[in-house]
């Protein structure tokens, strides 16, 4: 990198040089962005916005990738898809993750925020602990699980006979092997939140604190009416993150139950991956993307009517 | 920078200007469902092709079979696709050919090649009339039964050669404490097996092929209902392992082989399975060891040595060089096939090399399989990667009690439907 | 009654960390047993420590290979990432030009929705680039996908620069590039390693898009190997956990050495977003 500029720097100018000048400067300031933003620009149309807009141009035919799509078959995947009852649970199984993450996992990871927010040694040690599941890959995450839910060797079947009861075949019970996945979620994610949580507790001025309790305000109260809606830019993004996230849940599903016992526990994603990808069903797994994506266009709307309202 | 980037496009060039003074051919040879002892005579053999022909390479890729089959579709689609694939034949090697992703090797296997393979078995791998591929083994479904636990529970084997004898065993077993059957329901299909050899011995070979043609009411037909009947008599009586949901095929061969349970209805690889997968690797001790044919059921259409069964051999991509043909062809020759027979990898689809074969029971099973009058290819198979599916899945949703025997069909016809 | 509080606060914390490590113990510590001692005794301490799961994995070539793949697909992901999205979002911070908001709402849908909307036609675009079962294959979506996170948390960055180290470079006649690299980057370090992070944990852990775009096993990364070690090693648990825990490793190591930048990363952007 040599030192040299281009441009000689103070050079006086005249007043028309100058306005000439200045449109040359805009022009070429508008090249230097385009230089700029290039290689995100077409990055990103390429790999993300193409082929969303594909999926929903694909979704409307029945074709296994090879050559191109030729055979139209209109509506028929969405038929198919609406019809089929495999769907129907991956949906209400995707749902189940939404609403657990909101409304089990989201509050876990407020209370647990508030005892380890005051810092010191001990708090930080039980931070480290509670962040560290979401470093560690989902997959793996879903594998120490199935370890441990299973039925002849794994730790809950083990209490199980120490307590003297049969040991549960979690993994392998269309009924309950939902319940462990939500479980491995909750396992996952919750310090993520948390530590969210932790940083907007932080940001909160202790004077505040202090003046509620000069006031008489109990500790609910002060948590009530001022830390949380101090804390609330914090809990709307983790909102944000638990939904978007819940939603394309796949990577923990795989490793755990594989969308089993007998396509019990299937999410969105998986259901989309079995039946879809493995097959090159190009057009009915397409449908299943457009769906996904109406999912989180909806989601997206509803937060900002009612989520990000309360700011603006 | 650039000067790096000019010397490496320079050195690529070189490379690029110098391969065809040792033009090499890589053959990219995709194998599936075998034990590790099978792999690595598979690599040794690859390796004897390659020394006799140096500009050959192999690249292998092994996989076991669920992991297998959802990855190969999307291999295919790729550029660097491999040359020879796993086969089970049926509905999904069609659906390979129609998606234009196979190579048509008849005209280089009529002849010597052709003859020295059984000759059912070179048409299990055919499509209207074109060869795609080339069989390397023969399999068949039976009963595999632990002659010790039955003795325990006062079963006699030969009572099992009736389904009603085998549901009193079932009973007997229970009653005595033992487990009376694995099955890998996680994995599905092994639950079909069952399914399918049901329906095979009440519907007879006609039942199948009018509900593949959809004439009557194909497989909403009162045959495999029949079929689906018979098999919850079964489930009633909770003769699978304890969470058999969750486990795979492999894990309840183990069970067999840790002489945890007394009975499994498997395909004759079993023989090899129950073995490498138990604890000890040593398996079911070969005394205790038995096998009949699938139980015969009332009023069955089929003829006794009916058999479900199938042909197992390797494909022919499209684009495929002519030394993976040519390897294919060393790979299922007799001399080869031998190797294999004896030691006791497979049942070889090569005319003459089964008689290598030292493994009591797939000697036995071997013969009986040559005897069959007929060999019902594994439904799943048949019925092409879509509805395969389904049927496994209707098994599995049948054993675990989420579906009724009469929903079993409907949903088969269904989805058999949607196909057209 | 501050004594019990504090009790049952410090009972509480010590439940829900129990939760957190005792599978991950369990896993360590299984990987040390042998398969009739992991059905006798899962919980406890092994009788005699038994090494050899441990050393197998060690000396396999699959663990070495799949933890190389994972570094290249993540260093690839991760240079590729800061680069593209730095030059975005100092254009969208510091120059102004035509269509600027309209370009910038157009990344954000990128938080929007997740690869998985688009699997698909993802897949048959990497096929037709021929770049199917090439790093590069996964390597050019995966950064695409968090595009739209990363040029939000530079551009929130580089927006608050003060204007006035701006006015003093273009008075020294700098052109943007010598200043953003000169100028502006050399102040970015945290946002940097923040974005670096953050994509960083992505790619090591991503599975659904290596899952789709990769082929051969020679090219996987530690995520796909590992699903195929549990499914070849179906029965043999101690061996499935002993190859868990190594692949562990590497996160746990790197999560307790930059625990600082990472927490910060993850939450810094989360909280300003």
Known sequence: MSGASTLPAGVALGTAERRRGRRRAALSRTATAGGFLLPATLLFTLFVVLPVVEAAWYSFYRWNGYGTPTNWVGWRNYELLFSNAVFASAATNTMMVVAVSLLLQLPLALWLAMLVARGGRGSTIFRTIFFLPYVLGEVAAGLIWRFIFDGNVGLIAAAARALGFEPPFLLADPDMAIYTILAVVVWKYFGFHMMIYVAGLQDIPRELKEAAAIDGASRWQSFRYVILPMLWPAIRISIFFSVVGSLQLFDVVMPLTGGGPSNATHTVVSFQYTFGITRMNIGFGSAVGVVLFLACVGFTLIYRRFVLRERD | MRMWLRSAVLCTALMVSSLPAFAQTTIRWFISESTPE????????????????????????????????????????????????????????????????????????????????????????????RVYGAPSHQTMVALFYNRRLLAQAGVEPESLRTWDGMLEAVRKLRAAGIQPFSAGGSDKWPLNMIWASLSLRVGGRQAFEAALARTGQGFNGPDFLRASELFKQLIDLQPFQRGFLGDTAPQAAGQFGDGRVALQVMGNWFVNTQRTQSANQQGVPDADFGWLPFPEVPGGRAASNDVVGGVNGFLVTRGAPPEAVD????????????????????????????????????????GYLSRAAYVQNFYDQMLGPSVGRVANDTSADLAVGRITPRQVGRLIQDAWELER | MRDESLLLRHLSLLLVAGFVLVPLVTVAIGGFKTMGELRVNPFGLPESWFPDNYLSSLFSQRLWLSLGNSVLLALGTVVLTLIVSTMAAFAFAQIHFLGKKLLFSYFLMGLLFPAATAILPLFIRVRNLGLLDTYWGVILPQTAFGLGMAILLLWGFFRQLPEALWDAATIDG????????????????????????????????????????????????????????????????????????????????????????????????????
């Open chain 2, 38 to 129: 099978t792999t690595v005579w598979q690599r040794d053999v690859a390796r004897r092709y390659q020394e006799a022909n140096p500009n050959v390479r192999f690249n292998i890729e092994v996989m076991s079979g669920e992991p297998y089959k959802a990855k190969l579709t999307t291999s295919l689609q790729s550029n660097d696709r491999p040359h020879l694939i796993y086969t089970w034949g049926g509905g999904v090697m069609f659906a390979q050919v129609e998606a234009g992703l196979l190579q048509d090797i008849t005209d280089r296997i009529r002849g010597p090649w052709a003859d020295s393979l059984n000759q059912g078995a070179v048409e299990a791998l055919s499509y209207r009339g």
């Open chain 2, 327 to 366: 390897f294919l062809r060393f790979y299922t020759s007799p001399a080869v096939q031998r190797e294999a027979a004896e030691r006791g990898f497979f049942i070889p689809a090569s005319r003459g090399a089964g008689e290598a074969l030292q493994n009591r029971m797939l000697r036995e099973i071997a």
């Open chain 3, 174 to 273: 700098c052109g943007y590039a010598r200043f953003l690299w000169h100028v502006v980057l050399p102040l970015s370090r945290p946002i940097l390693a923040t974005v670096a992070v953050f994509s960083l944990v992505h790619s090591w852990n991503s599975y659904l898009l290596p899952l789709t775009l990769l082929n051969s096993s020679r090219s996987y990364p530690w995520t796909l190997t590992i699903m195929d070690f549990a499914g070849e090693y179906s029965t043999d648990w101690p061996m499935i956990l002993a190859f868990i825990t190594l692949t562990l490793v590497p996160a746990v190591v790197f999560f307790l050495v930059a625990q600082k930048q990472i927490v910060a990363g993850l939450t810094s952007g989360a909280v300003k977003g």
